[in-house]
């Protein structure tokens, strides 16, 4: 499943992700993430390797996760 | 000498190090990017301290990162680099600083320097809040798993500010460890291979493992707060709310130190005109001195409001929020929503506006940010406001007004960059990460020292770029000498000099007076307020003529449309020097500021003519 279609409040592994500079912030294959909020029309919120960061949804449709806990 | 250059992720706090190791002024912000330019300071008087913008890893995306891994690599080809001397590019071991809240993250950097043996001493900053959320770390495993010094900072404790000074200051009777220099085409290829990160990651996960004993608690006060002030509806609300109680309060508080001032430099000139000095000098003492400086200097309060309040945004963590809650704007401007940190500094004002958007990944966007900073209320014009809008708006609706021009200020640079999506499209797909740090209280000291630094830069220009420009101005508005009391400015030089440009604004609705006033502004728009009253006070030599009746003055002789035509002017025109030698100077060129300027005085022109005409 791609990230913008995850649920709020999951924790999710990153399968891929095919936009290139997002690796540096911990966003790659094999990667936890918590999605934190999904404010209607604003970034998501997630928090990778203990940092809060807001992700555009043009990012997250090239992410794709498994879900872990939801 | 020795040199020693603090190197890490963005706002983990090595410009707070590097003011307190050196005693400097270095700009402090919670939000990431805040340094884009190199600065050296002095530890003692055998070594030497660079503070450099902040960067991930060696990967950069950015200008201002790219500055940190030429410096770090030994790649001295960087035009920025071209300031530090022999010595100080040669460094003896960087000082790698470390958020102690995001170890997970902040580690990355130090371990890829490691790998390619670049000498390090690891320093945990922030301990202060990590141990507040629960974080407790075997230093001495993290030590040896690392195999370099670490040490724990925080700015509260200045004990351990002195012990990394100790540190320093060891470290540097240390033989050197020769670093070779890498061409920075080079290190990409090293670090492209697309393991690179996952290992490095892997790594810090193997180090923390084995050296965390506890790990940290999330940030759940941040999160609370997060979800009212980044609520879809609630934080463009709330946003908006918190811009117009700063305006107004810009105005309410200001207000009483704003009388006391202008009652001081009204009682000096009225205690000159006692002296019986001649009539030249007394006009040059009152007219010329006392109304260029007291002019500009009455908008001393609001100045300090202005900064006082955008230092408390940008500490608290607030400012990285309103660039998330601007962001999908950004996305139908076709910027990243990163560009909203250089548009938001530019309303203090647009010169550190422009080089921050050496944080935007592409020269695009850094041009088309550049482009568009200048139309963002800076802090100069601020004093042209508050005069202008005094003069026809009740106090109440002062504050209104203000955000209004604000509001006109930004949505046109919105606009610009919109336009520019189709004539310069944006050509590369990049990743827009915001990070949002943890909210904090803010540091008052820092603040209130950024606060008079600005203060000081204005009372600075006020005492001489401007005093200058008044009593030119003086001097070409009082002579030739009027032979009738009822004589106007028409018939003196600057009279004269205004004939030739007025037809131009006539349209406009400036009159003789307004056009002699507005000519020096196009150095620095400040000007303006103190040539008006040097110009209202030369002209009217009969009255009273007292800082306090500018406004009454100004009311009197002018229609809300010619109001309204000059503030939609100040909006737009291009008046301000030192702009377009920052712009020349970060576009390697004379292209970009003509074009800055060429279309901000259309547009200015435009937009008044515009007005005036739809207002009588
Ligand atoms: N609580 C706490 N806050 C700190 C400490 N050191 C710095 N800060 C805060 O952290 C924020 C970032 O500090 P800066 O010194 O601007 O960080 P920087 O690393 O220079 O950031 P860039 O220039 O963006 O790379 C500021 O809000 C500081 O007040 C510390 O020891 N404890
Ligand atoms: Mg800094």
């Excluded at chain 1, 999904?38 to 809060?52: A, E, F, S, T, Y």
């Excluded at chain 2, 070594?47 to 790649?75: F, H, V, W």
């Excluded at chain 2, 920025?80 to 990355?108: G, I, Q, W």
């Amino acid at each position: 499943m791609l990230l913008i279609d995850s649920k709020p409040c999951s924790t999710l592994e990153i399968l891929s992700c095919s936009q290139p500079g997002l690796n540096i912030h911990g966003l790659q294959k094999g990667a936890i993430i918590h999605v934190l909020k999904k404010p209607l029309g604003m970034p998501m919120q997630i928090l990778v390797r203990g940092v809060k960061i807001g992700l555009r949804a043009s990012d997250a449709k090239k992410i794709t996760v498994k879900v872990i806990k939801e | 000498m020795t040199t020693f250059a603090l190197v890490g992720a963005p706002n983990s706090g090595k410009s707070t190090l590097f003011n307190l190791l050196t005693g400097k002024n270095q700009k402090i912000a919670n939000y990431p990017g805040v340094t884009v330019e190199s600065s050296i300071g002095k530890l003692d008087q055998h070594t030497t301290l660079i503070d450099l913008p902040g960067l991930y890893g060696l990967k950069t995306n950015s200008l201002d990162e790219a500055i940190t891994r030429d410096y770090i690599i030994k790649d001295h080809d960087n035009k920025h680099l071209k300031k530090f001397s022999e010595a100080e590019l040669d460094y003896h071991t960087l000082v790698v600083v470390a958020d102690s809240t995001k170890l997970e993250r902040s580690l990355y950097l130090c371990l890829e320097l490691k790998k390619m043996k670049i000498p390090t001493i690891l320093v945990l900053n922030r301990v202060d809040l990590a141990q507040e959320r629960g974080q407790e770390i075997n230093l001495s495993v993290l030590e040896d798993e690392l195999n370099i010094p670490v040490l724990e900072t925080s700015r509260f404790d200045l004990n351990s500010i002195e012990q990394l000074k100790e540190k320093i200051q060891k470290t540097s009777s240390d033989t050197k460890t020769k670093v070779q220099s890498i061409n920075a085409s080079k290190i990409n290829h090293l670090i492209n291979v697309d393991n690179w990160s996952q290992e490095n990651f892997k790594a810090i996960d193997n180090v923390l493992a084995k050296s965390i004993k506890k790990k940290i608690t999330p940030d759940s006060l941040s999160n609370k707060l997060d979800s009212f002030l980044l609520h879809s509806v609630l934080g463009p609300l709330l946003l908006l709310i918190l811009l117009y109680v700063i305006f107004q309060t810009l105005f309410e508080f200001a207000g009483p130190f704003q009388d006391f001032i202008t009652d001081s430099f009204d009682g000096i000139a009225s205690w000159v005109t006692t002296l019986g000095l001649n009539e030249t000098l007394q006009s040059f003492i009152v007219d010329g001195v006392i109304a260029g400086l007291g002019g500009t200097i009455v908008f001393l309060p609001q100045i300090i409001f202005l900064f006082f309040f955008i230092g408390i945004m940008e500490e608290t963590g607030y400012m990285s929020r309103v660039a998330y809650l601007l962001d999908s704007f950004m996305i139908k401007l076709g910027l990243p929503g990163k560009a909203i940190i250089p548009l938001l500094s530019s309303h203090a004002c647009a010169i550190p506006g422009i080089m921050s958007s050496r944080s935007l990944n592409n020269e695009r966007d850094r041009i088309i940010t550049t482009l568009i900073a200048p139309l963002t209320a800076c802090a100069a014009r601020l004093p042209v406001y508050v005069l202008l809008l005094a003069c026809f708006l009740p106090l109440k609706y002062q504050g209104l007004g203000l955000l209004g021009l604000y509001l006109l200020g930004i949505l046109s640079s919105f606009i610009i960059a919109f336009i520019m999506k189709f004539i310069k499209p944006s050509t590369n797909v990049q990743s827009h990460i915001l990070e949002l740090p943890s909210y904090q209280f803010p540091n008052m000291k820092m603040v209130l020292k950024n606060v008079w630094n600005n203060a000081l830069v204005f009372i600075k220009n006020a005492g001489t770029v401007i005093l200058a420009l008044t009593i030119v101005l003086w001097v070409l508005t009082y002579f030739p000498k009027r032979t009738a009391p009822n004589e106007g400015i028409e018939h003196s030089y600057a009279g004269k000099i205004a004939n030739v440009i007025q037809p131009a604004f006539e349209p406009l609705g400036f009159d003789h007076k307004l056009t002699v006033a507005l000519i020096p502004s196009f150095a620095a728009r400040e000007v303006m307020v103190s040539t008006m009253a040097t110009v209202m006070s030369v002209d009217d030599a009969e009255s009273d003529s007292g800082l306090g009746k500018l406004k009454e003055k100004l009311a009197s002789q002018y229609s809300l449309g010619v109001f309204l035509a000059l503030l939609v002017w100040f909006v737009f025109a291009p008046q301000c020097i030192s702009t377009f030698a920052v712009i020349k100077r970060e576009t390697y060129g004379y292209k970009w500021p003509i074009i800055t300027f060429a279309y901000t005085l259309v547009l200015a022109y435009l937009l008044a003519f515009l007005v005036k005409s739809l207002v009588a």
